[in-house]
């Protein structure tokens, strides 16, 4: 944590990314994708959930099609049964955020963002849950925008106010080469990726 504050020091902008991040939420999302897909005869072998990590509902469902050779025609309906799955395994299974991150979410003191590509309505129960909610600005959810996360981010702040939590490896590495000071959270999912930041919250491995 002592490394996470040196590089928190003047910063007055903090922007989180959710899934991952805040939480290990991806065995659950996949534990719910199987879940949902299994009874149309697709499953999702272990290669292509890496492949489809930091995509939203929509986006994975339309990559399944052309990875499978299928047509989901109700996309729209299965994003939502698999989203309350979702949400209702995160309960059920009480699934706690990551403690690195929400020291961080509560010590540091300016703006505090989320910036995601999950549905609005998840960020916000899952904040709620975790009781974290009241500590964010404000939500900004990509899940309806094409919008890259880091032209929203710059929208927010100079590159030098703003410190970055996140954990997908595009995102990671096109923010570190614009200049943004990036901490990344190595989780399952994304092991084996060559995460490039200033700092790596591991997930990985067992705490001291």
């Known amino acids: 944590m002592q490394k996470i504050n040196e590089l928190m020091q003047g910063k007055t902008?903090?922007?989180?990314?959710?899934?991952g991040t805040i939480a290990n939420t991806e065995p659950l999302h996949w534990l719910?994708?199987?879940?949902?897909?299994?009874?149309?005869g697709l499953n999702l072998t272990e290669e292509n959930i890496r492949k489809y990590v930091g995509h939203n509902d929509l986006q994975i469902l339309g990559m399944i099609e052309e990875d499978y050779d299928v047509f989901l025609e109700d996309k729209k309906g299965i994003k939502q049964t698999r989203l309350q799955l979702f949400r209702d395994a995160v309960e059920k299974y009480n699934l706690l955020p990551n403690e690195e991150v929400v020291k961080a979410i509560k010590t540091f003191k300016g703006k505090k963002y989320i910036v995601s590509r999950q549905n609005q309505y998840t960020i916000e129960r899952l904040l709620e849950h975790w009781k974290i909610f009241d500590y964010f600005d404000k939500i900004y959810s990509l899940e309806h925008?094409?919008?890259?996360?880091?032209?929203?981010?710059?929208?927010?702040?100079?590159?030098?106010e703003i410190i970055w939590f996140d954990d997908a490896k595009e995102v990671v590495k096109e923010a570190k080469d614009e200049g943004f000071t990036v901490i990344a959270v190595r989780h399952t999912y994304n092991d084996t990726a060559k995460l490039?930041?200033?700092?790596?919250?591991?997930?990985?491995?067992p705490r001291k």
């Open 32 to 40: 719910t994708h199987r879940e949902t897909l299994e009874p149309l």
């Open 145 to 160: 925008s094409d919008e890259s996360k880091i032209k929203l981010v710059e929208k927010l702040g100079s590159k030098d």
């Open 196 to 205: 490039e930041a200033d700092y790596i919250i591991d997930t990985t491995k």
């Open 13 to 19: 902008i903090a922007v989180f990314d959710l899934d």
